[in-house]
């Protein structure tokens, strides 16, 4: 219904992609000259997706109150989040809020590319498990129930594999309710497993111990903490606020507990880079990239350099994974259907067997 769509549009969360196109749109504007309360009331009359119009009228009124942008956005936090309304706040002091919103609109659309890539290579692996799931079960319930009945009525030995089958297909049909039960069991305890600070800090080290996919995901969160702790400083945020945000927005407690650390230790005087190495979790390279721009004077620059670095390296792995797991998948697929025909296969040959020596 209409009504709970536009109450939905203002509730849910902008997608990384929105949000870009949102703060580049309002960018566009401010450098054609535009006042910000004009450009805001432009802003109410374009078709934005995924940020209602309602947004910006309500950012006008607030600034046209004698709020700050920044000030007006913390109020929307469903929208706009710390690093956005903290980047805004060090670009109104600075007096570069145009060119601020253009990085930002920037740093989002980096990371929308690089979110694309994730669930690109895994689209595919998603497809054909799917498919081949499908088939198996539409063999197993429609297929393989009307062959058992031919194999009944003619009343010969049947091969152990084919036995085997038919003993599955049944207590399949049987107890298809078990499927659903176990899935919705295993969904509770792992909701309940993973919003236990224990429980997710297991979780998430073991998704950076993964084979093959955990070099995916840490590629993923160095290349995320460097280019939004770069942002930051960037843009002027000063540096034990950046590394809050920054904490505050990884999605993984392995590393965002090195982050807090981190920036405990600055707040004692230390380096950024100083405290990283001794965490034991961020590479080598990253550590070495970032004392070099604190010796240099520009962290944010090396910080930048990581953050390519990684992000091209996480292309290449994704490639690599994706070329690896989409055979694996069809060799799978494969296996699994081609051993339900031979059980079929081995079946009928018996009976034909069997009507020969008669």
Known sequence: PPLFREWFSKK?????????????????????????????????????????QEISIQLR????????????????????????INMIR????SGALEEVLHRLAAHFERFAEVRQKFVSALIYPIIVGTVGVGIIA??????LPKFTQIFTDMKVPLPASTEALITV???????????????????????RFSSNPSGRRTLD????????????????LFSQFARTLATLLKNGVPVLTALKITENVMPNTILAEAIAKTREDVTDGKTISQPLARSQ??????????KIGEETGDVPGSLQSVAETYEDQLTIALRVMTNLVEPAMIILMAIGVGGLLFSILSAMFQITSSIGNR
């Open 12 to 52: 849910r969360k902008p997608k990384l992609q929105e949000l870009a196109t949102y703060t580049q749109q309002l960018a566009n504007l401010l450098h054609s000259g535009m006042p910000l309360t004009v450009a805001l009331n432009s802003m109410s009359h374009l078709e934005s997706k995924g940020i209602p």
């Open 61 to 84: 009124g607030d600034v046209m109150e004698g709020k700050a942008l920044s000030d007006a956005m913390a109020r929307l936090p469903h929208i706009f989040t710390d690093l956005y």
């Open 90 to 93: 060090a670009g109104e002091q």
């Open 138 to 143: 539409l063999f197993m319930t429609v297929i």
């Open 169 to 191: 297909s049944r207590l399949s049909a049987t107890y298809w309710w078990l499927a659903p039960l176990v899935g919705a069991v295993g969904a509770i305890l792992y909701q």
């Open 205 to 220: 080290r073991w998704k950076l111990t993964m084979p093959i996919i955990g070099k995916v995901f840490k590629l993923n």
């Open 281 to 290: 979790v961020f590479p080598q390279l990253m550590i070495d990239l970032i």
